[in-house]
């Protein structure tokens, strides 16, 4: 699980073994604890309580639950277009379709316990069963009731079906061909309000003043006042909904990245102090904007094949909730990308009406699996196009995600709080069982003023990032070689709102010179990661060429993620360079990441970058001390070999370091017996 999910996944352990979810969780926000009620706490239960049922294996039945359950959205689908007017081809189409749209349903129905996971198949039933209370004067009622019961449902699963319900409710206001009729509106309202007064994470976002509960409110009373009232409450209510945006809330940083959005045309200016520190943290990989390249990726090819079927979409659908739920999803999409889930919902039925004539529609449906099928293909070629199609790189892969778990797991103390950046801190509390100082969840204010604060302070000395820490109670530290090297609007220092790296700041000692840190002990590394503890013992860690800080030139974001990616290839382009460029620090460098990878590496590729070294060194150019790292380096990838460690205790004797020639002439005889 990422993100969100690893809190989703540990509160559904808690529901299986009969725990319960605490009040206040005290593995997250330490050291007060994090008020769960404060989060849509819905998945959690249903998950955890059907495994508790069922039994057997909790990881394996989660896997399976993520799978299985967004299934749901199918039939549903399929039920929402034959009560929207579409004949039953269509509506069998649009559903079939749907379930192919990789990779735009991946949010949905991929193997993490995301809101979208449970919330989407509630939020498509709701819309199958609005529709027909909508149109069916026959089924009205009951059907009103079964969509105020899945609207509660949906409120309580995903705070985004709030923003859903305020369209709900201006469309019941504001749509002519919709009925005044109390059957229809009073359960819905009643279910937006009951929910803002009984869901705890509504209730602590003073929800009954929010848009949709002011909207809800005037529905109610402009289906049962007289004439007069009736007509002046859809605009009333329309006022004081636009005027409660202005409250303060917990939701201010939504409000705050969609007005900076607009300002600023939905690209990120360059200097991060034009933002609100509230729009600078949630304007990030899944809150962001789709760029050119991202929709391309997931899109592209499906809106060339709908396009026949728009206008016909439109005709036959007119007056049916689809329409404005296709728009709505679109401007959804623009502002937020996570949202593109919804899109895929609507623009199933559009491809379905492309193809309705002939042998049409299989072409249809071969151009949307041949799209899911080379989705990596088509991600790789616009990423060659220079095309951006995924927000959000990492240095972080989950082998190394891995091995600093189980680090956590063994070797940190059981009660030691950990202070790192929020993707980061839900794993180490999910699966390291530790206790966190940040927490997933940007709906609290205080937590977002955590994370802004702890990346501001990265980039101050080294004393303040110590007073962060013990103001946080925190024991540990996890440093992203990220934070010092992805200088976008995604890194820490954007965050932050940093403009300027000093060379003694805490983020470049920890990444550069963790040595020259006074209460800060470096105690585990990984190829990008490194644990600090405070008044630790250091331990000794290897060289990393992302760590070294006379490789620095040769290490931007760009090279260091493709160090990452593809290792050998790019040690190779960095040795070749530094050969014909005659730049031992190139060479030596290429030669640390070779040696960090050597599978399927011929050990004489690398013994000619260290003899082009050894004559660098010879020629005067190179210091002794950085030919000793490279033999080294040399030695634990490809030795035992004691010739080659002889070799450099020659070098280090005529350098007059006799003490390094013994310790290495020592570590030659235990090798091969020298004598």
Not at 171 to 182: A, I, N, Q
Not at 565 to 577: E, I, W, Y
Not at 616 to 633: M, R, S
Not at 659 to 664: G, P
Request: net charge neutral.
């Amino acid at each position: 699980m990422q993100g969100e999910a690893t809190q989703a996944f540990r509160y559904s352990a808690m529901v299986s073994r009969g725990e319960g979810i605490p009040r206040v969780d005290p593995m997250s926000m330490h050291p007060e604890g994090f008020p769960t009620g404060q989060n849509s706490i819905f998945e959690e239960y249903l998950a955890g309580g059907l495994h508790r049922v069922v039994g057997g294996d909790f990881g394996r039945f989660m896997r399976l639950f993520c799978l299985a359950f967004p299934l749901l959205a199918i039939p549903g689908i399929y039920l929402w277009t034959g009560a929207a007017g579409f004949c039953h081809r269509t509506a069998l189409s649009a559903s079939a379709l749907y379930g192919i749209l990789l990779p735009a349903i991946l949010r949905a129905r991929g193997e993490s316990l995301y809101r979208e996971t449970v919330a989407l198949p509630i939020i498509i039933f709701l819309g199958w069963t609005l529709e027909r209370a909508l149109r069916e004067d026959s089924a009205r009622l009951h059907m009103a009731v079964a969509s105020s019961i899945l609207l509660f449902a949906a409120l309580a699963s995903w705070k985004v079906t709030g923003f859903l319900a305020l369209f709900i409710f201006a469309y019941l206001l504001f749509s002519r061909g919709v009925p005044r009729d109390p059957a229809l509106i009073l359960p819905l309202g009643a279910a937006q309000l009951l929910a803002s007064l009984v869901l705890t994470h509504m209730r602590h976002d003073t929800a009954i003043l929010s848009p949709a509960s002011i909207l809800a409110a005037a529905a109610m009373l402009s289906c049962l006042g007289p004439p007069g009232l009736r007509r002046v409450m859809p605009w009333a209510g329309a006022i004081a909904a636009a005027a409660s945006v202005l409250l303060p809330g917990e939701s201010g940083h939504v409000t705050a990245v969609a007005l900076a959005k607009i300002r600023f045309l939905f690209r990120h200016p360059a200097d991060p102090l034009l933002l609100s520190p509230d729009a600078r943290l949630f304007w990030v990989g899944g809150y962001t904007s789709p760029t050119t390249g991202e929709f391309i990726w997931l899109f592209g090819p499906l809106f060339a094949a709908a396009l026949p079927g728009v206008f016909r979409f439109l005709k036959q659908a007119r007056g049916r909730l689809l329409v404005p739920f296709l728009f709505l999803s679109m401007g959804g999409y623009l502002f937020f990308d996570r949202l593109h889930v919804f899109l895929a919902v609507a623009l199933a039925p559009v491809l379905a009406l492309s193809g309705r004539k002939g042998a049409i529609l299989p072409v249809v449906f071969v151009l949307a699996g041949a799209h899911s099928v080379f989705a990596p293909s088509l991600g790789h070629r616009l990423s060659e196009a220079g095309l951006a199609f995924r927000p959000g790189a990492s240095l972080l892969t989950d082998n190394e995600v891995n091995g600093y778990l189980r680090w956590v797991g063994t070797s940190s103390a059981p009660d030691g709080a950990f202070l790192a950046y929020w993707h980061i801190s839900g794993l180490t509390s999910a699966y390291g069982e530790r206790p966190t100082v940040l927490h997933t969840f940007f709906e609290n204010r205080r937590n977002r003023e955590k994370i802004v604060e702890f990346s501001a302070r990265l980039f101050e000395t080294g004393e303040s990032l110590v007073s962060f820490m013990e103001g946080s109670e925190a024991r540990y530290l996890v440093y992203q070689a990220d934070f010092l090297l992805d200088r976008s609007w995604q890194g820490a220092a954007y965050l932050g709102g940093v403009t300027t790296i000093d060379d003694s700041s805490a983020a470049f000692l920890m990444h550069y010179a963790p040595e020259r840190l006074e209460r800060l002990a470096l105690v585990w590394q990984g190829p990008s990661l490194r644990v600090f503890e405070l008044d630790g013992n250091p331990v000794s860690v290897p060289a990393n060429p992302l760590f070294t800080l006379r490789y620095r030139a040769f290490f931007d974001y760009g090279t260091a993620l493709a160090c990452i990616s593809d290792p050998v290839g790019t040690a190779l382009g960095l040795g070749s360079s530094g050969l014909s460029h005659r730049d031992p620090d190139a060479v030596s460098a290429a030669l640390l990441v070779l040696s960090e990878n050597p599978a399927g590496v011929p050990p004489e590729a690398s013994v000619g970058l260290l003899q082009f070294l050894v004559e660098a060194h010879l020629a005067g150019v190179y210091d002794i001390l950085d030919l000793e790292g490279d033999f080294v380096a040399y030695l634990a990838a490809w030795g035992p070999d004691r010739e080659v460690r002889l070799d450099l205790v020659r070098l280090l004797e005529r350098a007059n370091l006799r003490e390094r020639a013994l310790f290495h002439y020592g570590q030659a005889f235990e090798e091969g017996g020298a004598r």
